[in-house]
């Protein structure tokens, strides 16, 4: 009779560690390839953005020559808000391949949304010698142009883009620089109601504003109005003028002849500044009605989170001088939100403590006036480079009074 063999313990470890082993062994090899192109930029369209940069980084890992990839990793890098590394990316292809049109146009953007317009415009003067129809390599070259104030070139840029390839993004890079560089009419009205004993008041308005060049803008207003049962009208005109290309100057006088309700002189001085993503305002005041002057200073400021969420504040210090009565001091400020919420709809909604609105202001509004207004709109970009907006506001002034205002607007530009 044979002896029989029986294994210790430890040599059945040993042998259900090697089955194990190479049972797995198939799917350790699969686990170490690196995915496809076509995997990987899939999840970048699906917006996994971190695990398609995973993926683009095993690639590259594997294959460190594909350029491809690499600005695919720089790419994305700029989309997850990575500024300096997707620089880094797109300088070190570009200094392997110097032709690699699409390093090119990527490392061109990022220095555009950095404010670094020449380098910018250098990086796309060079992409447009290699690419001169590349759709891409215009519309940058529009987008630098538009934010150094040469709106006349933007335009000729995005609309030869447009011909080659009219894609969605495209379509609203050429209707925001159109909506910047064309002359435009508008038109706008507000009715007010009171829960006191308070006539309602109508106020109209048409203005038409129109570019004289890249860096001058002349316009003219007209305004009537019905308030406490007293009809009145007024004019005037204005100009902005585009000092540098972060720096503009605005001025603006609307007079009306004796009346009583709408201010007899309204001027005002501007000057701002902008470099993305904030836009950065100041400006001074001066409003005489009748038996009053009122003297405003306002800085304000908008700052973009993104291409879709603005915020806004502004503070004002008005002090107002009476024919018959002291100096009264009056400090204003509040702050509100925009957020494009589909293609062209931008609703938004802000909060006012004190004189809300100084452009159609009063003498009920004037001295030590205090109150609290909470407001609520919509805007919609039509095509065809038409707006139409609508606001409401509710304004608390006392127990007994209280206001609220409904201003639509309707603007044209050609």
């Not at 090119?104 to 003067?125: H, P, Q, S, Y």
Request: aromatic share 8%.
């Amino acid at each position: 009779m044979k002896p029989r063999v029986r294994l210790v313990p430890s040599a059945w470890c040993v042998v259900l560690g090697a089955v194990l082993v190479l049972g797995a062994w198939p799917c350790l090899v699969l686990a170490q390839t690196p995915p496809t192109m076509e995997q990987a930029v899939a999840l970048a369209r699906q917006e996994e953005f971190r695990k398609a940069l995973a993926a683009f980084q095993a690639i590259v890992a594997a294959s460190p020559g594909d350029h491809d990839a690499r600005v695919w990793i720089a790419r994305l890098h700029g989309w997850l808000g990575e500024t300096p590394a997707a620089e880094a990316v797109y300088r070190a292809v570009l200094a392997e391949n110097p032709a690699h049109v699409e390093a090119m146009t990527g490392l061109g953007g990022i220095l555009t949304n950095a404010g670094r317009l020449d380098e910018a415009a250098g990086v796309f003067a060079d992409a447009e010698t290699l690419a001169p129809a590349s759709p891409d390599v215009l519309a940058g070259s529009a987008r630098v142009a538009y934010f150094s104030g040469n709106t006349t070139r933007a335009v000729q840029y995005i609309e030869r883009a447009t011909a080659i390839a009219p894609t969605p993004d495209a379509q609203r890079l050429r209707e925001q620089i159109l909506r910047t560089h064309a002359h435009r009419i508008e038109i706008i009205g507000f009715g007010e109601h009171f829960t006191a004993d308070i006539p309602r008041g109508l106020n109209g308005e048409a203005a038409i504003n129109l570019r004289v060049t890249d860096r001058l803008r002349v316009s003219a207003r007209g305004q009537a109005q019905d308030k406490f049962s007293i009809s009145e009208s007024r004019a005037g005109g204005g100009v902005e003028w585009r000092l540098t290309r972060s720096l503009r100057a605005a001025a603006s006088v609307l007079a009306g002849a004796d009346t009583v309700v709408l201010p007899r002189l309204d001027a005002t001085l501007e000057l701002g500044f902008a470099r993305w993503p904030a836009d950065w305002s100041a400006s001074y005041r001066r409003i005489e009605f009748e038996t009053a002057d009122v003297s405003v200073v306002s800085p304000g400021a908008a700052i973009w989170l993104n291409d879709r969420v603005m915020l806004s504040g502004r503070y004002a210090l008005a002090r107002t001088s009476f024919a018959a009565a002291p100096t009264q001091t009056t400090h204003s400020g509040g702050g509100g939100i925009s957020v494009l919420t589909f293609t062209r709809i931008w609703l938004s909604a802000g909060y006012n403590r004190g004189i809300e609105k100084f452009e159609t202001l009063s003498p009920d509004r004037i001295g030590e006036f205090q109150a609290d207004t909470v407001s609520g709109g919509a805007r919609v970009e039509l095509p065809g480079l038409t707006t139409i907006a609508a606001v409401y506001e509710r304004q608390w002034r006392s127990r007994v009074t209280n206001m609220g205002r409904v201003t639509l607007v309707l603007a044209q530009r050609f």
